[in-house]
């Protein structure tokens, strides 16, 4: 057991316009399952990637261990397996690789198949598997679940309980619950550890708020009540010390002495008062900085003139050389918010391009309502490039309600100005969501709409949902997203 050490850590990318970190001191257990969360543009992967010393800063950051960034990247995938994990670790064990492939219920088979024909859910775990193999290093696991179906997540939370020493980067909530044993949390003003799982945090989180917001409110009384009392006595103070040139109503001389003391007596308590405010204007200066705003989302989706909007009776897709579903039933009506579920690969986004007109090869009944409007939210954010300003144009959408979404969604205005390529992919995927709810569509469907957004946004989002009721189907694998939202589950 050793500890990785941070100390005054700054940084900031070439000509950024503000610090992501600054000052930053905190200190790791190599032996932690350290869950990492944060909401997106924070910085998560950027500190992932000034552990491994990719980035100049300044401040210290020691350790006695090697660290290892999950995902590996892979130069050669069409060489075999086997040869990819002896190119990560030349000095592993057979043994050993057999036993963590065992543990993650791979086959063997897959070490003797270009690597580029696993699934993504193979290269996943083969990837963990080999890099928990080398001595002596920390594990750095960037959102590992992405693209993983509700399965294959299980495995990988089992596995990654079962192991020490790592940092997880995941949104998935019932995932880090599962397998981390402390938080390490990115807030507005910096990096904070707790020991528990993510619902305790989460717990913890809401606790603190709750009391900050509390004591905020009865500082801003506190500090009206006292500027009342202080100008009251300040007041009272000057309309005395008037009174030392002036007489008594019987007409002898006033005593100067006095009403100076009395005045100055008056004077002082003021000065007190203005203190005691100050004090508190103080006190109230340091809460509500990592208060976590989540603004309520709308959505306003067009009535279709028919009940049912989709009918899909024992339809089956088939690309000639692989049959990837076969007799699908189901019908959308307005109001169903219908989860599509299954194993990577059994068709799910086949279903979805056919619905939303693509020209996908299926037998069967397949019937859509004339003129239904339909809003799609893809997986892929890879090809997204250019302002917002010229995005909304592009897409027809309403520029600042488009704008005012990606607010709620914590955006900053800094990002107004920065070229959608460069976000992160959190933030590429809430361009994405932000458009599909400016939309004046009669359906949504989004395909895997949370992978990378984080999970105070995953939170407005189900709020949204739940809130509006508006028609959807969707793809997701975050288990209690679907738990909370899903009205009927499609399972293929």
């Not at 660290?67 to 050993?96: A, C, G, R, S």
């Not at 006033?254 to 100076?260: E, F, Q």
């Not at 709409?449 to 189907?473: G, K, V």
Request: charged share 25%; proline share 1%.
């Amino acid at each position: 057991m050793s500890t990785i050490k941070v100390t005054n850590l700054t940084f900031a990318y070439d000509g950024s316009y503000d610090n992501i970190f600054e000052n930053v001191n905190f200190q790791i257990d190599t032996d932690w399952k350290l869950g990492f969360t944060g909401r997106n543009g924070r910085g998560k992967t950027t500190f992932l990637k000034l552990l491994l010393g990719e980035y100049e800063y300044s401040g210290t950051i020691s350790a006695k261990v090697g660290f290892e960034y999950f995902p590996f990247q892979v130069e050669h995938k069409e060489n075999l397996t086997l040869d990819i994990i002896e190119e990560m670790v030349p000095d592993y064990q057979l043994w050993e690789l057999m036993r963590e492939l065992s543990l993650l219920q791979v086959s063997e088979d897959v070490l003797y198949r270009p690597f580029e024909s696993l699934s993504n859910g193979e290269q996943t775990k083969v990837l963990l598997a080999a890099l928990f193999l080398k001595e002596n290093s920390f594990l750095l696991i960037d959102e590992p679940t992405n693209h993983l179906d509700l399965h294959a997540r299980r495995i990988v939370s089992h596995y990654l309980k079962s192991k020490s020493g790592f940092i997880l980067v995941s949104h998935d909530r019932s995932f880090l619950d599962h397998c981390v044993d402390h938080v390490l949390s990115i807030n507005k003003t910096g990096i904070e550890i707790q020991q528990g799982n993510f619902s305790d945090w989460w717990e913890n989180k809401q606790r603190q708020d709750h009391f900050e917001l509390a004591e905020n409110e009865k500082l801003k009384k506190d500090i009206k009540r006292l500027s009342d009392a202080a100008q009251r006595t300040s007041n009272w103070s000057h309309e005395v010390e008037k009174t030392k040139n002036g007489t008594r109503n019987s007409g002898s001389k006033v005593d100067k002495g006095y009403i100076g003391h009395k005045a100055a007596k008056m004077m002082k308590r003021s000065k007190s008062i203005e203190q005691r405010q100050q004090s508190a204007i103080e006190d109230r200066s340091k809460l509500l900085h990592n208060i976590e705003t989540s603004e309520a989302l709308k959505i306003s989706q067009l009535a279709f003139h028919k009940h049912q909007l989709v009918e899909l009776d024992h339809v089956s897709i088939d690309y000639g050389e692989k049959e990837v579903c076969r007799d699908i039933s189901f019908t959308i009506e307005q109001g169903d918010r219908i989860a599509l579920s299954g194993k990577n690969g059994s068709g799910k986004s086949s279903i979805i391009k056919l619905i939303c007109g693509q020209n996908i090869p299926y037998t069967g009944t397949f019937r859509k309502g004339s003129q239904l409007k339909i809003s799609y939210v893809s997986q892929d954010t890879s090809q997204l490039q250019g302002n917002l300003t010229d995005y909304a144009k592009e897409h027809g959408i309403d520029e600042s309600l488009f704008k005012s979404i990606l607010r709620k969604l914590d955006f900053s205005r800094i990002q107004f100005e920065k070229d959608i390529s460069a976000y992160s992919g959190g933030q590429k995927k809430k361009v994405l969501i932000a458009r599909s709810l400016c939309e004046n569509v009669h359906l949504h469907i989004w395909d895997e709409p949370l992978n990378f957004i984080d999970i105070m946004s995953r939170m407005q989002i189900e709020e949204l949902l739940l809130e509006y009721s508006p028609t959807i189907l969707f793809v997701e694998h975050d288990r209690e997203f679907c738990q909370n939202i899903a009205t009927k589950v499609i399972e293929l």
